[in-house]
Every structure is written in C-alpha cells, then in structure tokens.
C-alpha cells in the first residue's frame, strides 16, 4: 500500500500503553487547533480540537493539551490500540484566516503487538 | 454520498499534459478547500471556495493551476502542463459554513512521468 509516513518522526509503543505525540507551532496568532489522523492511502480524519483559550480538551480516548507560553501542542492517547497506527498532524487556523489549515510535519505512530 | 469523494484515484500524466481533478463535497457544505500533500509531508494549502465564489488561491503554486466551483458543489483542480514536481496527492475538503471541523476525502496520487 502507499505511505505516507515517509521520512517523518516515529514513535513506536506496546498495545496497551499511552502514546503521546507533540508539536511545536509558530504564529501566536493562531487561535484554533486540530489533530488530525491519516491512514496509508486515505485522508486526514479529524480526531480532537482545541480553542486557543483552552489548555486542554479531553475526547473518548484522546486528550489535547495546548501550552501557549512555549506554543506546544500535545496528544494523548490512552490505551494505544493497532488501529491508532497511522501519521498523526497537528494544524492550526490562524485568526482570520478563513477557516484554512496549516498543517506540522507529522509523527507516524506505530504500535507494536 | 456519506463523504467526500474524489476522483480519479490514483492519475499519471506524461510531463506537459493537462489534468483535471474532482471533487464532489458533503451535500450542504458550503465551504470546500484543496490542499496538496507531497510524500512524507503534511498538506499544504491550495485555495478556498465558500459556495461558488473563491475567496482565497493564495497556495496556488502557479499560473499552471486553476480550480472552479461553478454551482457551488462539485469542483474540479485542473493542472496545466504539468511538471515533476506536481507529482503529489491532491485532497479536497469541505465544512458547513462557520464550522472549522473540514472533511477530507480520500485524495487523487497524481504522478507526473
């Protein structure tokens, strides 16, 4: 199948463990983030948000927490299961920027057995 | 459809030959986005339709890339005498109008020969 995940930071962990997988932004003046997941050969699916007036948000499995002192972003991801094997990408949405996404570089996450 | 659809799937073109790309978006969603992905890269943004009109082609790389929307739903990314370096996969998105969670489709690989 195609790859995607090329070239891009890993992090590997057992089935069963937490995984946590960062990004660093740039523009302070973002005010929207978004974690998005993307399986070989399909597109990016989006899995949590955060507003810039938040430091965390917390989904079924999932937490996003947003630190914009160092402007760092991480996802957590509880009890990692195979089927979260994929590239993971943090975006942002710059205040007035119509709603378009700037995406980070991407960590492929890979879960071993 | 349930999702966003794109087609052809996968597309190789002989260096200087026009492409067009489609992209059929949830039904009702106004806003509709391009964006291209290199491999092991995240995507980068192309342009913007809100309905039919095109509020922003900034991303677009070169005069060789056009995209329309001109009923505002299907759209369709046309490449004009395409180059190696457009050798990429090309995702279309789309969202209601306010919302900022974008729906992506599955993508179409170009390959330029």
């Known amino acids: 199948g195609e790859s995607v995940g090329l070239h891009l930071p890993t992090l590997s962990v057992q089935e069963g463990d937490n995984s946590i997988i960062n990004c660093a932004y740039s523009?302070?003046?973002?005010?929207?983030f978004i974690w998005y997941k993307q399986e070989s050969g399909k597109g990016p699916q989006f899995i949590i948000d955060?507003?810039?007036?938040?430091d965390k948000r917390q989904g079924q499995r999932v937490t996003v927490l947003l630190n914009k002192t160092v402007k760092h972003l991480s996802l957590q991801i509880a009890a990692t299961q195979p089927g979260d094997s994929a590239v993971y990408f943090c975006?942002?949405?710059?205040?007035?920027?119509?709603?378009?996404?700037?995406f980070g570089t991407g960590t492929q996450l890979k879960v071993e057995l | 459809g349930a999702g966003v659809s794109q087609s052809p799937r996968y597309k190789v073109a002989k260096r200087g030959q026009d492409v067009a790309l489609r992209c059929d978006p949830i039904s009702g969603h106004v806003s509709l986005f391009w964006y291209q992905q290199a491999l092991g890269q995240g995507p980068e943004f192309l342009t913007y339709f809100q309905n039919e009109a095109q509020l922003d082609k900034s991303g677009l790389p070169s005069d060789r890339f056009f995209a329309e929307r001109p009923e505002g739903s299907v759209s369709t990314l046309k490449i004009q005498r395409t180059q190696q370096e457009d050798s990429a996969v090309y995702l279309c998105?789309?969202?209601?109008?306010?919302?900022?969670?974008?729906?992506f489709g599955q993508g179409t690989r170009l390959t330029v020969v």
């Open positions: 955060i507003r810039s007036n938040m």
């Open positions: 523009n302070s003046a973002s005010d929207y």
């Open positions: 998105a789309s969202s209601l109008t306010g919302s900022t969670e974008a729906f």
């Open positions: 975006a942002e949405i710059l205040t007035g920027g119509g709603n378009k996404l700037t």
